[in-house]
């Protein structure tokens, strides 16, 4: 049997119309390159109809059906667990739209160059103006050039194509799943980065990205969550104290945020729960940090 190219994994929770506009864009770029693929999908206890949605447009797509939201990283390693046998896999959010003529060129460009772990490309707002997005885990000081091929250290999870070997235990393996949703392709990055890994920005590619779409279902987890998985982050790569400087900073932040949401009247409001309920966790996970 021959080795399958590409997998496209996709991860979506209750954003059934981008996903399947998604898919869609997906499968015709894909058609054109004449190569082996296969789309995965991994929803993630939606209850707006997508998996139906899904199976009935897309029958031969690989669907993941979880029971409940999983968050990212955990969908992210199911659906690169069922693609260990492709060449390339296309990591790419439920609200992208993929523009013809991408993934060909995405595929030569790592056929041709094999120390190019993966690479990324430009994401453009619907009206086809260029989106802001990172390139890099460190701290940027002066303004990035995105106008021409160049290494970048961040290889997020939004839409990048990198070599499926990566994700194997051994190399850099999968994605920790302690995150639910934000750093766990920042975790992945560093971890990438301190092996060596190289990977490459391809300006003449662009895809285009709604922004938000898919984040905006999973707004209360993602308050509640945010912080104290940063202070995991810091912990695990630059130690406890990181984690305790960036603790009391983000105190100040989320105080500040449930003092203007009472000011506003809004004290027991969906995000102010969410907030109180992230000082919280916040505080649990520094007293439980050695």
Request: proline share 5%; net charge positive.
């Amino acid at each position: 049997m021959d080795r399958l190219d590409l997998a496209a994994v996709i991860v979506t929770f209750n954003t059934r119309d981008l996903v399947l506009q998604c898919l869609q864009s997906v499968c015709e770029d894909a058609d054109q390159t004449e190569r082996p693929y296969r789309l995965i999908v991994v929803d993630n206890a939606s209850t707006d109809d997508t998996a139906t949605a899904i199976r009935d447009a897309f029958p031969q797509a690989h669907l993941i059906e979880n029971s409940t939201n999983v968050g990212l990283a955990r969908a992210l390693n199911q659906g690169l667990a069922a693609c260990a046998d492709a060449r390339y896999v296309l990591l790419m959010n439920s609200d992208i739209k993929v523009l013809p003529r991408t993934l060909g060129p995405m595929m030569d460009y790592l056929d041709t160059y094999p120390h190019v772990a993966g690479v990324s490309v430009k994401l453009i707002n619907p009206d086809g103006s260029p989106q802001k997005f990172r390139t890099s885990f460190g701290v940027v000081l002066f303004p990035v050039r995105l106008d021409r091929i160049m290494p970048i250290t961040f290889f997020g999870t939004t839409f990048h194509m990198g070599r499926r070997a990566l994700y194997d235990e051994g190399r850099v393996g999968p994605f920790d799943e302690y995150y639910f949703f934000f750093n766990e392709d920042l975790d992945w990055s560093v971890r990438a980065h301190r092996k060596g890994l190289v990977f490459h920005y391809l300006p003449n590619l662009p895809v285009v990205h709604y922004s938000g779409k898919g984040r905006a279902q999973n707004r209360f987890k993602l308050l509640s969550e945010l912080h104290h998985m940063n202070l995991y982050f810091y912990a695990k790569f630059y130690g406890p104290l990181s984690a305790r400087i960036v603790s009391l900073l983000q105190t100040v932040e989320l105080m500040g945020r449930l003092v203007h949401l009472r000011l506003a009247g809004k004290h027991n409001s969906p995000d102010a729960v969410a907030y109180r309920l992230a000082l919280e966790k916040q505080r649990r996970f520094i007293e439980n940090l050695r």
